[in-house]
């Protein structure tokens, strides 16, 4: 059983945007800190941002400046603005419920992802 549902990825041009989100179906995601991370092609999964239980983010130098994660507990629903988007950014996002606060914990679960193309 998958206990979160990505959606939002689409094929884009370069200096688009996107808005991900990422619904929690088992669990109240108010109790974690959330994750976002993604996996080029022929690359391994790289952390993308993660906003903890009390709203403070952290981001990767990369998408800093132009990616914004939120969360909105109610909807239990988590968020990731993009814009500005570069090729590089190319991949499949993937939120992930962390384990022990560990994204690539191997008991973290994820969702099935969603694929952003950033190309013209």
């Known amino acids: 059983e998958v206990p979160l549902v990505e959606s939002g990825g689409n094929l884009v041009q370069p200096g688009g945007s996107l808005r991900l989100s990422c619904v929690a179906e088992?669990?109240?995601?108010?109790?974690?800190?959330m994750f976002w991370v993604r996996q080029a092609p022929g690359k391994g999964l790289e952390e993308v941002a993660s906003?903890?239980?009390?709203?403070?983010?952290w981001y990767a130098d990369d998408v800093l400046g132009r990616f914004t994660i939120s969360r909105d507990n109610d909807e239990n629903t988590v968020y990731l603005q993009m814009t500005n988007l570069k090729s590089e950014d190319t991949a499949v996002y993937y939120c992930?419920?962390?384990?022990?606060?560990?994204?690539?914990?191997?008991?973290?679960?994820r969702g099935q992802g969603t694929q952003v193309t950033v190309s013209s």
């Open positions: 088992t669990f109240y995601i108010r109790t974690y800190s």
């Open positions: 992930v419920k962390p384990f022990s606060g560990v994204w690539n914990h191997p008991k973290a679960r």
């Open positions: 906003i903890d239980r009390y709203g403070d983010a």
